[in-house]
């Protein structure tokens, strides 16, 4: 469901590393190692809200966001699953996938805007995007 014209707001992608394309969305993992985060970019120009989606796309983006969830959860079990979709400061709708865990950085307030972002080391990394799909492929069969 990739339109032509879609182009990744530019925030999103210096914060974000590509995990996997999923039916309607992208998803990207946060590069911040304080949290297990993911978030969940329909590949679609000109949204800004879910409501901005066809009935039939806020089905799947929901049902993404449970796959997603889940694959989230086997890797980095968490006591909270948090979910956004803000977009105060980016307005191209994404929804935050975040697991929380009790004594987290930020616990129990929000993650947005609390602290600075710790990135990946290139092998953590890639360990993680990894780790990643290997959950999504095990949770989509």
Known sequence: MSKPDFVLDARLEADTRLVASLAL???????????????????????????????????LLWQEVNRASAA???????????????GNIVRQLHVHIVARREGDAAWPGPVWGHGHAQPYADTSLAARLDALRQALAKITG
């Open 25 to 59: 969305c992208d998803v990207r993992l946060m590069n911040d190692t304080r949290y297990a985060w993911l978030v969940l970019v329909p590949r679609q120009a000109g949204l800004v809200e879910i409501t901005d989606l066809a009935a039939n796309e806020q089905t």
């Open 72 to 86: 989230l959860r086997e890797i980095a079990p968490c006591d909270k699953l948090n979910l956004g979709a803000l």
